[in-house]
């Protein structure tokens, strides 16, 4: 009988480095994932870092409407659109075993743009500590080194200093600013994102050697072909 790794090879793949791992979500994850949101992500007096305040959603387990419910459509949202044309990783990341965040990786028509597009976050107690900046060092090594990417960008609402300071350690250059709508849990809100983009010239890898296992049957599986 095939392995569950084998029938979606997304879940074979492993990133690590130091105490942090990084692997895509599974079901056993979620009890986890949930009480690390319960506990909050979003700093005080910072700005609202997503477009939707899925975050802020009201507590009702085992309800059709608010958290995790909400939340749930789009984990599972990232696993079952997972394909060549357009793929979605979520991958839960954890600190010595501790569930600690998560960081997507996204990228819509990759075998033309060669472009990766990431976002994350981290449960409020494992802010501040560099588990933002390693993360993100990760998934653009990995975009990198295994899938041949060329570019990695990524956004952040303008006063989300974090997001900023992680961005410019891994090696990201500012690429512009748009107007996006943010869904708060007060109605819609303009804000200002600035568009961030690394490439492998720019890139500034971990200090400690990474790992990725599961790289070949993901490629595979993403209908990526290496271009050297
Ligand atoms: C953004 C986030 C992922 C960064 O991860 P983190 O582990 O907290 O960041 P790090 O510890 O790696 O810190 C990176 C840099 O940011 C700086 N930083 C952290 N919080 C800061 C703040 N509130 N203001 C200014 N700088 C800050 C740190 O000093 C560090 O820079 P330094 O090493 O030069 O001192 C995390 O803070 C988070 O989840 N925030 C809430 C959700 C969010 O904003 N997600 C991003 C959406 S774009």
Not at 68 to 84: G, K, M, N, V
Not at 105 to 130: D, I, N
Request: charge should be neutral; charged fraction near 20%.
């Amino acid at each position: 009988m095939l392995t569950l790794e084998e029938i979606f090879p997304p879940f074979a793949l492993t990133i690590s480095c130091g105490a942090l791992e990084l692997r895509v979500l599974r079901d056993e994850d979620l009890p986890e994932l949930v009480e690390l949101v319960r506990g909050g992500v979003q700093p005080p007096g910072l700005p609202m870092p997503f477009l939707t305040a899925w975050h802020e959603e009201p507590y009702a387990p085992g309800s059709p409407d608010g958290f995790p419910t909400s939340s749930l459509r789009w984990w599972w949202t990232q696993r079952a659109t997972c394909a060549p044309e357009e793929w979605r990783l979520a991958l839960v990341v954890r600190r010595h075993g501790e569930l600690v965040g998560m960081q997507d990786m996204h990228a819509p028509h990759f075998a033309q743009t060669r472009q990766v597009l990431t976002g994350s976050w981290l449960g409020r107690a494992h802010q501040g500590s560099g588990t933002g900046t390693l993360m993100r060092q990760l998934v653009v090594g990995l975009a990198f080194d295994e899938l041949d990417a060329e570019t990695c960008e990524s956004g952040y609402v303008v006063g989300n200093h974090a997001s900023a300071a992680v961005s410019r350690k891994v090696g990201y250059v500012d690429s512009g600013r748009r107007r996006r709508v943010q869904q708060t849990r007060d109605g819609k809100v303009g804000a200002d994102e600035q568009r961030v983009v690394v490439t492998p010239a720019t890139y500034v890898r971990p200090y400690d050697p990474m790992s990725a296992t599961g790289a070949e049957a993901l490629r595979r599986f993403l209908g990526i072909h290496r271009t050297s």
